[in-house]
T-cell receptor, first 115, second 111 residues
Framework: GAVVSQHPSWVICKSGTSVKIECRSL??????MFWYRQFPKQSLMLMAT?????????EQGVEKDKFLINHASLTLSTLTVTSAHPEDSSFYIC???????????FGDGTRLSIL | DAKTTQPTSMDCAEGRAANLPCNHS???????VYWYRQIHSQGPQYIIH???NNETNEMASLIITEDRKSSTLILPHATLRDTAVYYC????????????FGAGTQVVVTP
């Protein structure tokens, strides 16, 4: 149980385009979803937290207009990297958590490369 | 959230128990200890969590000291597939449940 699916697994785009990443909880209702970013040889950095039907809460230093998060249902959250540039190239990972004292479960990540 | 301290790396022999320490001397009464691991180029995998009692599941055991200032994750029979970075995180359970990842311990299981 507790499967989180993330799509796409990897994407290569030209600079200036926008990229959308989907995160789905397949077998549970995710009241809270999280988005992380991980640069090579570094640990995961939390970008934002979202509750279903509410606006996302962004961590300090994360541009909310750059990284648009939508959590429209209890099983789906999307992260849109707007006007992506090479410095946005990274490994983006989502996680989801159900109600109660449930741990976060993670997707397999999306490797984003901006040329 | 309480800061956690883990060794940078550990080597373990295949088939033997792997004992991964974590220090969280400033942990608060409402903070749980979570363990995750990340195999290269994948998302983190949840292993186990606990508050003050020892916990066991199909993957591992978690031993928390009585004063809750440290804990040990035990992989009973390490396999090559257990090679990963292991993260120990102390965080309060609340409606947010945010996790702040540190550097973790790079565990290498050798034949």
């Amino acid at each position: 149980g507790a499967v989180v699916s993330q799509h796409p697994s990897w994407v290569i785009c030209k600079s200036g385009t926008s990229v959308k990443i989907e995160c789905r909880s397949l077998d549970f209702q995710a009241t809270t979803m999280f988005w992380y970013r991980q640069f090579p040889k570094q640990s995961l950095m939390l970008m934002a937290t979202s509750n279903e039907g509410s606006k996302a809460t962004y961590e300090q230093g994360v541009e909310k207009d750059k990284f648009l998060i939508n959590h429209a249902s209890l099983t789906l959250s999307t992260l849109t990297v707007t006007s992506a540039h090479p410095e946005d190239s990274s490994f983006y990972i989502c996680s989801a958590r159900g109600q109660g004292a449930q741990p976060q479960h993670f997707g397999d990540g999306t490797r984003l490369s901006i040329l | 959230d309480a800061k956690t301290t883990q060794p940078t790396s550990m080597d373990c022999a295949e088939g033997r128990a792997a004992n991964l320490p974590c220090n969280h001397s400033t942990i608060s009464g409402n903070e749980y200890v979570y363990w995750y691991r990340q195999i290269h180029s994948q998302g983190p995998q949840y292993i186990i969590h606990g508050l003050k009692n020892n916990e066991t599941n199909e993957m591992a055991s978690l031993i928390i000291t009585e004063d809750r200032k440290s804990s040990t994750l035990i992989l009973p029979h390490a396999t090559l597939r257990d090679t990963a970075v292991y993260y120990c995180i102390a965080t309060p359970y609340d409606s947010w449940g945010k996790l702040q990842f540190g550097a973790g311990t790079q565990v290498v299981v050798t034949p």
